[in-house]
Nanobody, 119 residues
Framework: VQLQACGGGLVQAGGSLRLSCAASGRIFSSHVMGWFRQAPGKERDIVARIRWGPGTTYYTDSVKGRFAISRSTAENTVYLQMNSLKPEDTAVYYC?????????????WGQGTVVTVSS
């Protein structure tokens, strides 16, 4: 299984982007799909995640109310709708598949897509 992320780009502050991550194989109900980001000079951190089966979600505090993670079980695709973007959202965004909500258990990673928010 491979993950293919896309949708990044350059946007002005206050704008929106929608990231997509398509899996080449099936995602099972026990899996957790997550979006992570790594800003220049910083560690990679969780942004949002969704339990594939029940669809329950988690967001890091800095994106609550602005970002929304969703999934299409039919298309094995996870999305990240990003609204009200801020310059501090600038980062490489990665999607990943995990077997639990623990970051250490995310073992399948996409290639990353760059999001740049200008002020």
């Amino acid at each position: 299984v491979q993950l293919q992320a896309c949708g990044g780009g350059l946007v002005q502050a206050g704008g929106s982007l929608r990231l997509s991550c398509a899996a080449s194989g099936r995602i099972f109900s026990s899996h957790v799909m997550g979006w992570f980001r790594q800003a220049p000079g910083k560690e990679r951190d969780i942004v949002a995640r969704i339990r594939w089966g029940p669809g329950t979600t988690y967001y890091t505090d800095s994106v609550k109310g602005r970002f929304a993670i969703s999934r299409s079980t039919a298309e094995n695709t996870v999305y990240l709708q990003m609204n009200s973007l801020k310059p501090e959202d600038t980062a490489v965004y990665y999607c990943a598949r995990g077997t639990s909500t623990s970051t250490a258990d995310f073992t399948l990673w996409g290639q990353g897509t760059v999001v740049t928010v200008s002020s």
